[in-house]
């Protein structure tokens, strides 16, 4: 019996474990029909019945394959995914879109993992290598943007390594200013949302900031409106709301409530 039980188990997780690789693969498959689509009918003009069996999906061929009708992330969420997509045909946050939206996670990871390391010496070294792999990514990005456009909605690759590459940059000197140099007096105002980040992300869906931001701002950002301009009154109330989450976790900073994963 205990043998038994033993070899369910394993069959259980090897079994998982194919279904989950084969259906890595298969979004893997997709994502390359995708840029083959895009070359096919942006570039080369293949007929309609080629680019058919190519990228598996009716109608693409008279739409632009980055537009909502004609890209086949939003096609593969239509099918797999009816009902659920936050724009009704469309979710940028969808099957495919979700893959180089890891990458990005991976990114994060990997500059985590160098100002981690005891191997690569100094700050200031650890700086100058983020700096540059960033320029690395923009640039890639930048040369990718020519063949496959910077998308953020279907969340691209060139997009991926352009916003990564900005990112790394970012982070490079903010950890020069703040860890290697030590200027830490004027950081508070960033402390208080990066040390519960995770917090206001949820909190927002639960939490109505946006009723109390136009209590609080909406008056102003009318007047404002009226004599600058309506732009500028719709600066004010995005301000105000970035005012009001802020408020909220100061509140929790004060009182040493973090939301930690």
């Known amino acids: 019996a ?9 069959w259980r997780s090897v079994k998982h474990f194919l279904q989950f690789s084969a259906n890595f693969f298969l979004i893997f498959l997709l994502k390359a029909f995708q840029l083959f689509h895009h070359f096919a009918v942006e570039n080369f003009f293949l007929p309609d019945i080629v680019v058919f069996l190519a990228c598996f999906h009716k109608g693409a061929a008279g739409a632009s394959p980055l537009s909502i009708e004609g890209n086949l992330v ?65 640039v890639i990005g930048l040369i990718w943007n020519t063949v496959f456009p910077i998308n953020k909605m279907l969340w691209s690759s060139s997009f991926t390594c352009f916003v990564g590459g900005l990112s790394f940059l970012l982070f490079a000197l903010f950890y020069y200013i703040v860890d290697v140099k030590g200027w830490k007096s ?75 994963v």
């Not at 969420?77 to 991976?106: M, Q, W």
């Not at 005012?243 to 040493?256: D, E, G, P, V």
């Open 2 to 10: 205990c043998n038994s039980t033993v070899y369910r188990i394993v």
């Open 186 to 260: 004027w950081t508070l105002f960033f402390r208080v949302i990066g040390l519960n980040s995770i917090t206001i992300y949820l909190a927002q869906q639960v939490v109505g900031f946006s009723h109390m931001n136009k209590f609080l701002f909406g008056g102003m950002s009318q007047w404002v409106g009226e004599c600058a301009g309506e732009p500028a009154g719709a600066v004010v109330l995005r301000a105000g709301y970035v005012a009001c989450c802020w408020f909220f976790l100061y509140f929790l900073y004060r009182k040493n409530i973090f939301l930690k």
């Open 74 to 138: 939003g096609y593969i969420d239509r099918h797999c995914l009816p009902g659920k997509l936050i724009y009704g045909n469309f979710d940028p946050e969808g099957l495919l879109s979700t893959l180089p939206a890891i990458v990005t996670a991976l990114l994060g990871i990997y500059a985590g993992e160098i100002v981690r390391s005891t191997r690569l010496g100094s700050g200031e070294r650890k700086s100058l290598l983020l700096s540059g792999i960033g320029v690395v990514l923009v």
